[in-house]
């Protein structure tokens, strides 16, 4: 990636906010993740000025592409870095790459549990709270928790029994008062459980109280004149004040779990999906997806959610959604989190989906200028080269299946001429002669379907055609290419979902273009329209055929009146609701009563 690329097409969708940054070789592998107060800005320092490092100068000619998760501040930013470098290992890398950690302050799976500051973690049912970047801070905490609450610190068995022999006795700690002496049965396991909870109370962040009773100690001891023990206090309100325990990008309760958030505008809604593995957010992909009707946000996630589990390959069993959805999954729980570690992971999804529309209204904005016709057909040329066609493709087709669990599966094509959509090209398709999930034959029957049909017509052939999938959906799309007798009257190229690299038919080799390349911006782009326009028709059929189900069904009621109900009513559900008068105010009086009669009939299911 050259400086004026980045400068050109980069630069411009940098947030201006606080957050980590990776940066992918053309291998589409990370060699480089940084931390940033402000990832515009220091991003674009790799890309704006001339470095004295070799290493740098190196790393800088090997970035291809720049993906970037935005967090809630630069403590959080700090951790994940630190994870996401133990969990990768960039080749670039070298500071973090040892076995050093943050520390946790662990609250021990025994009897009477011992509270104590540790690097390691075990999974022995241990509460481990933090990771935590500044140290000092913890240990002035935990210094104020064992001047307030008297806890062990002995590595004794206190099981029942032993206490029960008599096996311990008191030890010094017990005489200064810094223990209650349950070795000898002298504190009760529910007495130091209420301790302990105290202190999960206090090392989760909820200080307040303790911080105005300390600043009532100040307050004493300085009108006492005692001014050592007033400032001694006065750094434990500071270091406390400061302390932040929680972190919604690295937390070993966590575990394995995703996140889901949606925003909602009039005519698109934007989705974020998180993916966190043993409490690390690995990944965040955002999309679009364009409402037709007056969709709830509900149904829309749902899709969403269906859409991109597969493409991440996810198999957490939970989600953290902002509230209830309808899944296919039905060992996947729903979690709509009001507080606590889980709602800030819900809360950073948010801020990326939020991200996410702004660019996408920068985009369209910047669309409005467009290219030049020159620029166009440059960005061609640059194709026709990379690809070694016979003739400049101005006119490329993509196709792209769309079966999401198997169910209502359809495919779309869009056509671009002259690097430009040509949207009146594009085209659905139900697939007719395949049974079941079978990508390799769906594409097979639309590539065949669609290029019969443009002989037929005496059409023009396109020149370059994408497949959007790997060696498998190339080899399908050929066969059909084959029965037509079209070979070499086209070029047809399978671009991989996963790497982004390029496959010819019989090739065992992909071909990789630089990855922010003019050619590969715009076969991506085609991609990603392909996407677009495919998602919109799967969820518009899937809509259709449940609708169909539920309102079709009844005798005396169509189509058109199914539809009509569902754009004002928005679900079935609703419509079970409503009144007869209700129902007659937006379809005639005669099928209200149906409808009506219907879901209020006991006989009915």
């Not at 400068?7 to 411009?12: D, G, Y």
């Not at 990771?131 to 590595?155: A, K, Q, Y």
């Not at 829309?300 to 589990?309: D, G, K, P």
């Not at 809360?347 to 920068?362: P, T």
Request: glycine share 6%.
């Amino acid at each position: 990636m050259n400086k004026e690329f980045f400068q050109e097409s980069v630069a411009p969708t940098l947030p201006d906010a606080p957050g980590v940054y990776k940066y992918f070789d053309k291998n589409k592998k990370i060699i480089y993740v940084g931390k940033a107060k402000h990832l515009k800005k220091r991003i674009s320092s790799y890309f704006s000025k001339s470095h004295d490092n070799r290493k740098t100068d190196v790393l800088v000619s090997q970035i291809t592409t720049v993906e970037w998760v935005i967090t809630d501040n630069e403590h959080d930013a700090f951790l994940l870095e630190n994870s996401l470098i133990k969990h990768f290992k960039p080749r670039f890398n070298i500071t973090l790459k040892d076995d050093k950690t943050y520390p946790y302050v662990v609250i021990k799976n025994e009897n009477f549990p011992r509270v104590f500051l540790t690097r390691k973690i075990i999974r022995d049912g241990s509460e481990y709270i933090g990771p935590f970047t500044g140290v000092w801070r913890v240990r002035e905490l935990l210094s104020l928790i064992r001047d307030n609450i008297p806890l062990r610190t002995c590595g004794l068995n206190l099981s029942p029994e032993n206490i029960r022999k008599g096996k311990f006795k008191v030890c010094l700690e017990y005489h200064l008062g810094n223990c209650k002496g349950p070795c000898e049965g002298l504190q009760s396991e529910s007495e130091y459980a209420e301790s302990i909870q105290q202190v999960r109370h206090l090392l989760k962040g909820n200080l307040s109280s303790t911080i105005q009773t300390l600043k009532e100690s100040m307050k004493k001891h300085a009108e006492d004149l005692e001014f050592e023990k007033a400032q001694q206090i006065k750094h434990k309100i500071e270091a406390l004040q400061q302390y932040n325990s929680r972190s919604a990008v690295v937390s070993t309760r966590l575990g394995n779990i995703d996140a889901a958030s949606i925003i909602m505008d009039d005519q698109e809604a934007h989705v974020n999906y998180l993916i966190v593995s043993d409490g690390l957010v690995l990944h965040s992909k955002s999309i679009t997806i364009e409402r037709k009707l007056d969709e709830e946000a509900a149904d829309i996630l749902a899709y969403a959610v269906a859409f991109l589990r597969p493409k991440f390959q996810s198999a957490a069993k939970e989600l953290i959604s902002p509230f209830t959805i309808q899944t296919e999954e039905k060992d996947l729980k729903i979690i709509i989190p009001k507080s606590g570690e889980k709602k800030g992971l819900l809360d950073l999804s948010f801020k990326n989906a939020a991200y996410h529309r702004e660019e996408q209204d920068k985009k369209k904005r910047l669309l409005l200028k467009g290219r030049t016709e020159t620029q166009r057909m440059e960005v061609l040329e640059q194709i026709q080269d990379d690809l070694q066609l016979g003739e400049l493709p101005v006119h490329i087709e993509c196709f792209d299946n769309s079966n999401f669990q198997g169910s209502y599966p359809v495919a779309a094509m869009v056509c671009f001429k002259d690097g430009n959509p040509s949207k009146k090209d594009y085209r659905h398709f139900h697939i007719k002669t395949v049974e079941g999930i079978n990508d390799f034959a769906s594409m097979a029957e639309i590539v065949y379907r669609r290029y019969k049909r443009l002989l037929e017509e005496n059409k023009p052939l396109p020149q370059l055609v994408i497949i959007d999938g790997g060696k498998g959906q190339l080899s399908a799309a050929m066969s059909s290419i084959e029965r037509l007798g079209l070979t070499g009257r086209m070029t047809l190229v399978g671009l991989a979902k996963r790497e982004e690299s390029l496959f010819f038919p019989g090739d065992k080799n992909p071909v990789q273009l630089p990855y922010n390349g003019s050619s590969m911006l715009l076969i991506r782009r085609i991609r990603d329209e392909v996407h677009r326009f495919g998602i919109t028709f799967h969820r518009d059929t899937r809509s259709k055929g449940v609708f169909k189900n539920e309102l079709e069904s009844i005798p005396g009621i169509g189509s058109k009146t199914a539809q009509t109900l569902l754009q004002t009513f928005r679900s079935v559900n609703n419509v079970k609701k409503q009144s007869q008068k209700v129902l007659a105010s937006v379809i005639d009086q005669s099928k209200a009563k149906i409808v009506f009669d219907y879901f209020h009939d006991q006989n009915n299911p």
